[in-house]
């Protein structure tokens, strides 16, 4: 650390999954709190840049240009060089034995993060995981930000996130995406995980439907590997725009700004989606609501908790996917209309 009442200059190795790099803004932003005019960067793949850039507390991004699953040697190395003498403290998020390589290669002389992997030496502020503590992703961040005996109680404060919206991009891609001025809702069908964390296609169709018929517009969001489940939601459906894999993330964090409300399953966009303020309609199968809730106070969660359920697994393990099927359109929609108050009331009455 630096010293007595200097600002700290900290490096955090961040997360490799979007909805985690939306929630370690709840880290930066204790950070911030903790130690006033401290400096800092955050070692981050590439594509997280867009994201990093519309938190304040970011001063730097370090990239790191590795595919996820490989060690990426060189890459890793070149970046220590860059960094080097220039940080007094790292923070590792990812428990991993090669995302703590870099810090240590920097020579950054304090290195904290959880036991994991045999990390000995390579963290030298080393904490152990209790999860029966820490039982949210977020938990886990911030912790590790905290001293030691603090973070080992659990009952410290989490900032929700937090992301800068550029009007001017919204004005632009409205124009670019040919959007309309009505209330809009937005649809996020996609999960990284697996299917068993996605709400049936047939369900957004269905809603997307009944929410058109009664004036909303729809706008459907995801990454290329969303394509197909944005092409069967909106096909042929009057006020409803496919937009997967048609925007840049930043575009994404401005359009979901835009939104009246979003139906999203348990993803990294609704992570976004929370951190702007829109109205989140969360729905959970496989994971738990619990683990990895919508950080906002302007959320409703639909999970059923049947008896199987959370599984954590990336296909239903009994083949039936009840978590997800039994949870009706119906629902969804009542539950828009209750939200959008007067509003909601007028569209569905006019």
């Given at each position: 650390?630096?010293?007595?009442?200097?600002?700290?200059?900290?490096?955090?190795?961040?997360?490799?999954?979007?909805g985690d790099m939306?929630?370690?803004?709840?880290?930066?932003?204790?950070?911030?709190?903790?130690?006033?005019?401290?400096?800092?960067?955050?070692?981050?793949?590439?594509?997280?840049?867009?994201?990093?850039?519309?938190?304040?507390?970011?001063?730097?991004?370090?990239?790191?240009?590795?595919?996820?699953?490989?060690?990426?040697?060189?890459?890793?190395?070149?970046?220590?060089?860059?960094?080097?003498?220039?940080?007094?403290?790292?923070?590792?998020?990812?428990?991993?034995w090669k995302s703590?390589?870099?810090?240590?290669?920097?020579?950054?002389?304090?290195?904290?993060?959880?036991?994991?992997?045999?990390?000995?030496?390579?963290?030298?502020?080393?904490?152990?995981?209790?999860?029966?503590?820490?039982?949210?992703?977020?938990?886990?961040?911030?912790?590790?930000?905290?001293?030691?005996?603090?973070?080992?109680?659990?009952?410290?404060?989490?900032?929700?996130?937090?992301?800068?919206?550029?009007?001017?991009?919204?004005?632009?891609?409205?124009?670019?995406?040919?959007?309309?001025?009505?209330?809009?809702?937005?649809?996020?069908?996609?999960?990284?995980?697996?299917?068993?964390?996605?709400?049936?296609?047939?369900?957004?169709?269905?809603?997307?439907?009944?929410?058109?018929?009664?004036?909303?517009?729809?706008?459907?969001?995801?990454?290329?590997?969303?394509?197909?489940?944005?092409?069967?939601?909106?096909?042929?459906?009057?006020?409803?725009?496919?937009?997967?894999?048609?925007?840049?993330?930043?575009?994404?964090?401005?359009?979901?700004?835009?939104?009246?409300?979003?139906?999203?399953?348990?993803?990294?966009?609704?992570?976004?989606?929370?951190?702007?303020?829109?109205?989140?309609?969360?729905?959970?199968?496989?994971?738990?609501?619990?683990?990895?809730?919508?950080?906002?106070?302007?959320?409703?969660?639909?999970?059923?908790?049947?008896?199987?359920?959370?599984?954590?697994?990336?296909?239903?393990?009994?083949?039936?996917?009840?978590?997800?099927?039994?949870?009706?359109?119906?629902?969804?929609?009542?539950?828009?209309?209750?939200?959008?108050?007067?509003?909601?009331?007028?569209?569905?009455?006019?």
């Amino acid at each position: 650390m630096a010293d007595a009442g200097v600002a700290p200059r900290i490096l955090v190795v961040g997360p490799s999954w979007v909805g985690d790099m939306v929630m370690a803004q709840s880290l930066f932003k204790t950070l911030k709190a903790r130690y006033p005019g401290c400096y800092l960067g955050v070692a981050a793949p590439p594509w997280s840049r867009p994201i990093l850039e519309r938190m304040p507390e970011v001063g730097e991004v370090a990239e790191l240009a590795t595919q996820h699953g490989k060690f990426g040697w060189r890459p890793r190395r070149a970046l220590a060089k860059k960094l080097r003498g220039r940080f007094d403290w790292a923070i590792v998020l990812p428990r991993s034995w090669k995302s703590a390589l870099v810090p240590f290669m920097a020579g950054i002389p304090r290195r904290t993060g959880f036991t994991g992997e045999q990390r000995y030496g390579l963290v030298n502020d080393r904490r152990v995981l209790d999860k029966r503590v820490l039982d949210q992703t977020v938990k886990r961040f911030v912790a590790l930000g905290l001293p030691a005996a603090e973070a080992a109680r659990g009952d410290f404060a989490l900032p929700h996130p937090r992301l800068c919206v550029d009007p001017e991009n919204l004005v632009e891609q409205r124009l670019a995406l040919g959007l309309s001025s009505r209330p809009a809702i937005g649809m996020m069908p996609g999960a990284e995980y697996g299917p068993a964390k996605q709400w049936p296609l047939r369900h957004f169709r269905t809603l997307a439907e009944r929410l058109v018929a009664l004036g909303f517009e729809v706008r459907v969001l995801g990454g290329p590997k969303d394509a197909e489940a944005g092409q069967e939601i909106a096909a042929g459906l009057a006020r409803t725009h496919d937009l997967c894999g048609k925007t840049r993330l930043a575009d994404a964090v401005d359009l979901l700004a835009d939104c009246r409300q979003v139906v999203t399953n348990d993803s990294g966009l609704m992570h976004v989606a929370a951190a702007v303020g829109t109205r989140i309609q969360a729905i959970y199968g496989s994971s738990s609501p619990t683990y990895t809730p919508p950080l906002t106070d302007n959320a409703e969660i639909h999970y059923l908790g049947v008896e199987c359920s959370p599984c954590f697994e990336r296909h239903c393990p009994l083949g039936h996917t009840r978590c997800l099927v039994d949870l009706s359109p119906e629902r969804l929609l009542k539950a828009i209309l209750a939200a959008d108050g007067p509003a909601g009331e007028r569209i569905a009455s006019g």
